[in-house]
């Protein structure tokens, strides 16, 4: 059985961001996680990260509510702080993706693993 991992997209990130500075949105879990911290030590060194209290986020989107996200504040914040490249490091902010990038514009790039995924699936069972 093949299998497809999903990790925050800091080596993209860090590579993609002229400012050398990116925000990650993501859990509390995933941002303690030696998984997380072994990306930023290996891939973003000279980066600047910013990880943004997204707490409350995938419990709000659980629940339906996905309009409640405070995403306009937070992306606005990060924006302000000079972050080029924001990256959506939970599976379950994929429904954040569009409203992002209507707030972000031409500002900063999005980065969410939902179609690097699915070309990584089409690869394997193609």
């Not at 990306?39 to 980066?47: F, R, S, V």
């Not at 419990?59 to 995403?71: H, Y």
């Not at 902010?93 to 514009?105: F, T, V």
């Amino acid at each position: 059985m093949k299998f497809v991992g999903i990790e925050p997209m800091v080596k993209p990130a860090a590579a993609m961001s002229k400012a050398h500075h990116i925000a990650v949105f993501a859990t509390p879990a995933t941002l303690s996680s030696a998984r997380y911290n072994e990306l930023k030590e290996t891939w973003a060194k000279n980066t600047i990260i910013d990880e943004p209290d997204c707490s409350s986020w995938a419990g709000l989107i659980e629940a339906g509510k996905k309009d409640d996200v405070p995403l306009e504040e937070t992306l606005e914040t990060e924006l302000q702080k000079g972050a080029d490249v924001i990256v959506l490091a939970c599976t379950h902010y994929h429904w954040l993706k569009d409203r992002a990038e209507k707030i972000a514009g031409s500002r900063a790039t999005i980065l969410e693993p939902s179609d690097a995924i699915s070309r990584r699936i089409a690869s394997i069972v193609g």
